[in-house]
């Protein structure tokens, strides 16, 4: 059986992730618990067991990405898999949402996928930058200065332009990961916003989380302006190594880090697609 949770079954939800020998977690802005209330949340009840969890709320618009996924030791993976996303793939397209993905973190999770028909797409991929050495800021007119709640609608006006449509954040996110931020900055040209990122810290060191660039303001040093920026006041915050991501098929954001002293590191995340 499966049946939809709420945020009434946080405890119960909490147990099957804390048991689960199968589990996947999303890349994402907020903990698997976080999501309760927003639907499709799943669990999978055997014999008056639960064996299994399933999340993949709509985010970004008109997708969505499996976020949550726990399947209980003892329980047959395939089985409790194609019983819950049976069921949130049925009610996906109820609600018009005819897209979703998933960020492989599993080798587990490749035939679970591939036997529901999701297809591997792209992949992100990671950078690192350990040295102290700082490059040099570009000659620019832009205004850097922190992002501020009076520019989210803009801020989410770039991401939406920036990125393709399975990559944008809604701006409830967009408010979470400001929240969670260690240094969020923007680039304005004659007052208008140009450009934003994001950078978190962690006891693991620095990741720049999010960096977007208008369109039309691409190629003309905004983005440098902005790593730069955020690599000059890290120091003050005591960290000394950078991670990021991008899409394996971003080719220009890769030059860009590659050019600021990033180096690709052997992890990454297949990314899969299904059309419902």
Request: hydrophobic share 40%; with cysteine; glycine share 6%.
């Amino acid at each position: 059986m499966v049946r939809s949770v709420d945020r009434r079954d946080r405890d119960l939800v909490a147990n099957v992730l804390a048991t689960s020998r199968w589990k996947h977690q999303h890349l994402d802005w907020q903990e698997p618990l976080d999501l309760l209330g927003q639907q499709p949340y799943l669990i999978a009840e055997q014999d008056s067991t639960f064996v299994g969890c399933l999340a993949c709320p709509e985010e970004p618009s008109g997708v969505a990405w499996l976020r949550v996924v726990g399947i209980a030791m003892g329980a047959e993976p395939e089985a409790v898999w194609e019983a819950m996303w049976g069921e949130a793939a049925r009610r996906l397209a109820q609600e018009g949402i005819h897209r979703s993905a998933c960020l492989l973190s599993g080798s587990w999770q490749r035939r679970l996928l591939e036997r529901t028909g999701f297809r591997e797409t792209n992949a992100v991929i990671f950078f690192e930058r350990s040295t102290r050495r700082l490059p040099s800021p570009p000659q620019t007119p832009l205004h850097l200065r922190p992002l501020n709640a009076a520019d989210h609608a803009d801020v989410a006006a770039v991401d939406h332009l920036a990125f393709g449509t399975l990559w944008r954040i809604s701006t409830a996110t967009l408010d979470i990961a400001v929240r969670q931020a260690a240094y969020a900055s923007v680039a304005e040209s004659e007052g208008r916003l140009v450009g934003y990122q994001i950078t978190t810290i962690s006891p693991l060191g620095a990741h720049l989380a999010r960096l977007a660039v208008h369109p039309q303001w691409q190629g003309r040093g905004v983005g440098t302006a902005l790593v730069v920026d955020m690599l000059q006041r890290l120091p003050e915050r005591g960290a000394a190594r950078v991670t990021l991501n991008t899409q394996a098929d971003n080719l220009a954001s890769q030059t860009l880090y590659r050019r600021l002293g990033f180096e690709e590191t052997p992890d990454s995340f297949p990314v899969f697609e299904l059309s419902l």
